[in-house]
C-alpha cells in the first residue's frame, strides 16, 4: 500500500478521533481507512490505536509516532516545494477504461486519490479495446477481462461477478429453468466476449450454452439499457446490475447460474518505466475496489 497516504490517513484519524470522519473527509470508504491503519501499524510494528465502539484515540506508541510522521509528512511538503523528486506524488496518469467501469467505479476511486494527491492530474480515455498503449500515450489501462493482453502486464486488482437479467415484461408468463432455455430466448452480447457462447457454472457442474444475439455491442451499458427496454436477455456485471435488481426494473435469470466471473486487471506496457506515482495510483485502486 502507498505510505504517504496510509501516513495521510493515519494523522487525520489521530486528529479526528473518528475512522468515519476520516473517510468522509479523504473520500474513502471506512473498511479502506482501516486498512491504511493496519498497514501503518504493521510498518511500524506497533499498535497506533485504542478502537472502541464509541471512540478512537492514540496508544502511547501513537502519540510517540504521530509526531514523527507529522514531521515526515511536513519535510515531504518541503521537499517537494523545492525539487520534483521526494515523497509527494506529482505528474499527468492518462488511463484507458471502459465507459461503464469508469462513471460507476473508477471516477470515485480517483476522485479520492486526487484529494489524496493534489498534485496528480488524471487524464481518462473512455474505450474498450487496448489499443498500443505506447501510440496512444496511455500510463495505465483498467480492463475487466479472463485473459489480458499477453503484450502487456497485467495486474489483477479485483474479481467482477456477473449475473443474468432481463426486463420483469420480456420473461413474463415464460418457462426459463434451466441453462438449455436461454437459447429460446434473444440474448443481448458483447461484441468481443462469449458473443454466441455463454458459459455458466453452479457449483462443480459447468455448462456452455449456445445463444442467439440478435443485438452486440461493446459495451456494457448498452446492453444494459437494452435489457431495460426489453430487448433481450444479458449479461450484467454486478456493479451495474444490483441497482436495477433492487428496484425491481430487472429481474435475475437462472440465479443458481452463474456467468464466467472475471477479473479487473491493471494493464502497463513496462515495469521497469512505471512511474511511482501509477504504481501507487495502482495499489490505491485495489485498496479501494476490494474496500
Not at 504493521?42 to 472502541?52: A, G, K, M, P, Q
Not at 444490483?242 to 472475471?262: A, N, T
Request: glycine share 4%.
Amino acid at each position: 500500500m502507498d505510505r504517504l497516504t496510509a501516513a495521510k490517513v493515519f494523522v487525520d484519524v489521530a486528529q479526528s478521533g473518528s475512522f468515519t470522519a476520516t473517510a468522509d473527509r479523504l473520500d474513502m470508504s471506512r473498511p479502506m481507512v482501516t486498512r491504511y491503519i493496519e498497514a501503518m501499524e504493521d510498518w511500524l510494528s506497533v499498535r497506533l490505536l485504542h478502537r472502541t465502539t464509541r471512540k478512537v484515540s492514540l496508544t502511547t506508541a501513537g502519540e510517540s509516532c504521530l509526531k514523527q510522521v507529522e514531521q515526515w509528512l511536513e519535510q515531504a511538503d518541503k521537499l517537494t516545494a523545492t525539487t520534483d523528486t521526494g515523497d509527494e506524488l506529482t505528474g499527468t496518469v492518462r488511463i484507458a477504461t471502459s465507459m461503464s467501469f469508469g462513471f460507476s467505479q473508477l471516477i470515485p476511486a480517483i476522485t479520492a486519490f486526487m484529494k489524496l494527491h493534489p498534485k496528480v492530474s488524471i487524464d481518462i480515455d473512455l474505450q474498450d479495446s487496448v489499443t498500443d498503449m505506447a501510440d496512444s500515450q496511455i500510463d495505465l489501462a483498467i480492463r475487466i477481462a479472463s485473459n489480458p493482453d499477453p503484450s502487456l502486464i497485467g495486474k489483477p486488482i479485483a474479481v467482477c461477478d456477473s449475473v443474468i437479467v432481463a426486463s420483469p415484461s420480456y420473461v413474463e408468463n415464460v418457462e426459463l429453468s434451466r441453462p438449455e432455455d436461454l437459447s429460446r430466448f434473444q440474448c443481448l452480447g458483447y461484441k468481443n466476449f462469449q458473443r454466441h457462447v455463454w458459459h455458466l457454472s453452479k457449483g462443480d457442474e459447468h455448462k456452455a450454452v449456445e445463444v442467439h444475439c440478435q443485438l452486440t455491442a461493446n459495451e456494457a451499458t448498452v446492453l444494459l439499457h437494452a435489457a431495460l427496454n426489453g430487448a433481450g436477455l444479458a449479461i450484467q456485471p454486478r456493479y451495474l446490475a444490483d441497482e436495477y435488481l433492487s428496484s425491481g426494473k430487472l429481474v435475475q435469470i437462472l440465479p443458481e447460474w452463474r456467468p464466467q466471473q472475471m477479473k479487473v486487471y491493471a494493464l502497463y506496457s513496462s515495469r521497469k518505466h512505471l512511474s511511482r506515482t501509477v504504481r501507487c495510483l495502482i495499489d490505491f485502486f485495489e485498496d479501494y475496489l476490494v474496500s
